[in-house]
T-cell receptor
Framework: AQRVTQPEKLLSVFKGAPVELKCNYS??????LFWYVQYSRQRLQLLLR??SRESIKGFTADLNKGETSFHLKKPFAQEEDSAMYYC???????????FGAGTRLTVKP | DAGVIQSPRHEVTEMGQEVTLRCKPI?????LFWYRQTMMRGLELLIY????????DSGMPEDRFSAKMPNASFSTLKIQPSEPRDSAVYFC??????????????FGEGSRLTVL
């Protein structure tokens, strides 16, 4: 069965510093990978998906099939980036969207 | 559209009581997911439906949990009897069909359950 691992429960950086939220997955096929974000008092929402290959709010994520990783990066963190981030995987042979345990990012002024 | 609507937003109950959580998905969405969020495990998939049919309920913890989707606009998650370890935030999410697979998931605001 597929599994998504986010090794850091908490991550704290200063404003303007680079940030990387790690996501590793275990799945033998070719999955779709996503990052979802939950800001304070807001709903969980899609941030980006690997097939779109786009940058959202300055965040990018590259799927590395060799390392089975999909790390989320931003070169200069902002205070408004403080939120809970979830990595998610959709297998190619079923529709079980699985999430990691989440990483709470705090960007300090 | 008001998005995915969940009720109740908060529920406090005593161990042994029946709990029913409700979800109204976004109109036209083909997929509906129930997730449970805890500090320790993050978001766990409990069950999902495609066109009102349960597809995978392997994430349902035990027989005390059951879910139904009687029509395209309503789903329930029932816990009977409830236990303190069921305390969590329960999320419902719906998704349009992206080809033959779910697209982006749209989440409700969640139902926070506390079992004393």
């Amino acid at each position: 069965a597929q599994r998504v691992t986010q090794p850091e429960k908490l991550l704290s950086v200063f404003k303007g510093a680079p940030v990387e939220l790690k996501c590793n997955y275990s799945y033998s096929g070719s999955p779709e990978l996503f990052w979802y974000v939950q800001y304070s008092r807001q709903r969980l929402q899609l941030l980006l998906r690997h097939i779109s290959r786009e940058s959202i709010k300055g965040f990018t994520a590259d799927l590395n099939k060799g390392e089975t990783s999909f790390h989320l990066k931003k070169p200069f963190a902002q205070e408004e980036d403080s939120a809970m981030y979830y990595c998610a995987l959709l297998p190619n042979n079923n529709n079980d969207m699985r999430f990691g345990a989440g990483t709470r990012l705090t960007v300090k002024p | 559209d008001a998005g995915v609507i969940q009720s109740p937003r908060h529920e406090v109950t005593e161990m042994g009581q029946e709990v029913t959580l409700r979800c109204k998905p976004i109109s036209g969405h083909d997929y509906l997911f129930w997730y449970r969020q805890t500090m320790m495990r993050g978001l766990e998939l409990l069950i999902y439906f495609n066109n009102n049919v349960p597809i995978d309920d392997s994430g349902m913890p035990e027989d005390r949990f059951s879910a139904k989707m009687p029509n395209a606009s309503f789903s329930t998650l029932k816990i009977q009897p409830s236990e303190p370890r069921d305390s969590a935030v329960y999320f419902c999410a719906s998704s349009p069909r992206g080809g033959s697979r779910p697209g982006e998931l749209f989440f409700g605001e969640g139902s926070r359950l506390t079992v004393l």
